[in-house]
């Protein structure tokens, strides 16, 4: 009993200490995206928790308004990297879905395909830096450098093996005799793949959207080579905000990360119905 | 409503064949239980039926409908899963509307049907509740529901009872006849279960290793199994199979059974179709014998098995295991040696190399 109390103990202070771990960086740029200049620029002693007196000047600054202490200007706002980052994030996770979600079922039901998983996973052994230049010059020649679709292309080719992987996974662990019995009764394939299939897949899509929104959101090499002035993404902008004057603008960094922050969370939430209950199809023998 | 032709169906899948020459013709409204243990080919017959699968030789007809290449939505079949296989998205009343809504029922029409089917089955206070979550007791039910009210010539249920629960199995053996009875149905019902067979089919198809060893009624396979195998898989427990050499002794053709002794003189058929010195399978089933005091079978008891309405005798030496049905107060106990008489005319006598019966002994 006692053994088992100190263990449980020493569990929980393992867990505590991991969770602080991660939580205090995000917590600590939450705190800075309301701090104003004289105290995100603060070292030593200076440095505290909370900020003093709390401002939204570093969000005004990223919007474009410039700030009374800050002395430095943009020359372009936060409005447009975010608009970029959001297209391609979607169109590129739409992308992925859709071709991914259809090969892994064609695969999965009919072997179709061939050699088509080992294929996709070719794509990702390379490092991305090995492709990504011969693709910036073949988006050079087509005329796609420095557009959403351009990116959202890219990022649908990219994070489609990864779709596809979640989702034949998924399709596999369905069994046959549900569209069997949907297909007896007279059903056509694709109505039993609209009707049946995607709909009992809802949770299976669900968490391969987020988890493929997620790693197209937050890319930065790729944005960081395909874009280069309109369409640069948050993180590509974010890297950008610095000034010869003050250094890195931590404050307006954080502001950022803040916001960047929001679409995922916002999803994740969503769709937890979906996560939590995960693939059960309560009514089949396992 | 519709007969069922199978003709030298077969079917490999690569190298392994899962069914060769399948002959069955199954008559329009008849309830046709296909038995045999797991691997046997029976759902693989199913399949070809429904047409999930091609044969890859052979052929399928319905009527004289060839169905050669008629996918299965268009093949009229009903087919219940062993999982179900229930939409879970859906409510009981979208599961068993989904068929005819698929196929352009009318509205009007559909409904009355669904409450019909619903009313039937018991599963009228669930209609508006979501599949989801349903014991499954209720989703089998439910299962056999949705494909029943598709009002299907002829209807395949794939062990249907094997997930359910031993009571409710029993009050769906009942149901199913019923529901048979009510849509007069051509019905191919596979199973492993030979109480489910005996209980609703009219006949028995009985299959081992891809192939068809007997059809016949439910007491004519289980009176008169055409060979061994099919003596020791039914009948619970099955026929009691001993080898043996048949022998002329005194006049008469017996069966020399090894330490257990001689067998009494064999029946007139038996003894014509049984040539002297050929070896034998000796078969009987356990409800068929006595204990007596004069001659018999002299055999040492292994165990006693007490079941309640009967007690069952494990007995035999060596190999041998042979097993007799009496009534629960049989004064005997674990280490007895008894002796056994067998009824003459319930003896089946087997081929040894072949395994097929020898003669048929009505």
């Known amino acids: 009993m006692n053994r088992s109390l100190s263990f449980e103990i020493f569990r929980y202070a393992a867990i505590l200490a991991i969770v602080a771990l991660s939580l205090v960086p995000t917590l600590w740029m939450a705190s800075m995206a309301f701090k104003p200049i004289a105290e995100w620029s603060a070292t030593g002693a200076d440095l505290t928790w909370w900020p003093k007196s709390p401002t939204l000047d570093n969000f005004r600054f990223l919007f474009g308004e410039s700030s009374s202490d800050l002395i430095v200007a943009l020359d372009r706002t936060a409005t447009q990297p975010i608009l970029a980052s959001l297209l391609a994030a979607i169109f590129g996770t739409l992308i992925a879905m859709i071709a991914g979600t259809s090969a892994a079922y064609g695969l999965s039901r009919f072997g179709s395909g061939g050699n088509l998983p080992l294929a996709l996973i070719q794509l990702r052994i390379f490092p991305p830096m090995a492709v990504m230049i011969p693709v910036m010059i073949m988006w050079a020649f087509l005329g796609l450098i420095d557009t959403w679709y351009g990116l959202a292309l890219v990022y649908g080719i990219v994070t489609m093996p990864f779709a596809f992987w979640l989702m034949k996974t998924f399709f596999d662990d369905m069994p046959r005799e549900i569209e069997d019995a949907a297909l007896v009764e007279g059903c056509s394939r694709l109505r039993v793949f609209w009707k049946i299939t995607l709909p009992m897949m809802r949770p299976a899509l669900a968490s391969s959207a987020l988890f493929v929104f997620i790693l197209n959101w937050s890319d930065y090499l790729i944005g960081l080579l395909l874009t280069t002035r309109d369409w640069v993404t948050i993180p590509v902008y974010m890297a950008s905000l610095s000034s010869s004057m003050t250094g890195q603008l931590y404050g307006a960094k954080a502001a950022l990360g803040l916001i960047a922050a929001i679409p995922p969370v916002v999803l994740g939430i969503a769709i937890q119905k979906h996560l939590v209950r995960g693939l059960t199809f309560g009514a089949l023998k396992q | ?362």
């Open chain 2, 1 to 362: 409503m519709t007969s069922i032709h199978l003709e030298n169906l077969g079917k490999t899948f690569g190298s392994f064949t899962a069914l060769k020459n399948m002959n069955l013709e199954i008559a329009d409204g008849e309830f046709v239980a296909l038995l045999g243990p797991s691997g046997c080919g029976k759902s693989t017959t199913m399949n070809m039926i429904s047409g999930m699968i091609e044969p890859s030789e052979g052929e399928i007809r319905f009527g004289d409908r060839d169905m050669r290449g008629v996918p299965m939505s268009r093949r009229g079949v009903g087919f219940v899963f062993q999982n179900y296989a229930i939409f879970t998205h859906m409510t009981v009343y979208e599961n068993l509307a989904y068929g005819l809504r698929a196929t352009g029922v009318a509205k009007a029409e559909r409904e009355r049907r669904v409450n019909d089917m619903a009313e039937f089955l018991h599963l009228t206070p669930l209609l508006k509740r979501p599949a989801a979550g349903l014991s499954v007791n209720i989703l089998q039910r439910l299962a056999i529901g949705r494909s029943a009210i598709m009002e299907p010539a002829i209807f395949l249920l794939d062990e249907p009872l094997s997930n359910v629960d031993a009571a409710f199995r029993a009050v769906m053996r009942t149901e199913l006849k019923h529901l048979q009875r009510e849509f007069r149905q051509t019905m191919v019902y596979v199973t492993h279960d030979q109480l489910e067979a005996m209980t609703m089919a009219d006949r028995i198809a009985v299959m081992d290793h891809g192939k068809l060893l007997q059809v016949g009624t439910p007491i004519d396979v289980y009176n008169n199994p055409s060979n061994v195998f099919v003596a020791g898989f039914l009948g619970s427990p099955g026929m009691n199979l001993i080898k043996g050499r048949s022998v002329m002794a005194d006049g008469v053709m017996r069966v020399d059974l090894g330490e257990a002794g001689l067998s009494a003189p064999l029946g007139d058929a038996l003894s014509r179709s049984a040539r002297e010195g050929k070896a034998v399978v000796y078969g009987f089933r356990p409800e068929h014998c006595e204990l007596t005091d004069g001659d018999g079978l002299r055999l040492p008891v292994n165990f006693v098995e007490r079941i309640g309405a009967r007690t069952i005798l494990h007995m035999g030496r060596d190999g041998h295991s042979i097993k007799g049905v009496f009534d629960n107060r049989v004064p005997v106990r674990q280490g007895d040696i008894v002796t056994l008489a067998i009824d003459p005319s319930n003896i089946r006598l087997f081929d040894a190399d072949t395994g097929n019966a020898i003669a048929e002994a009505h």
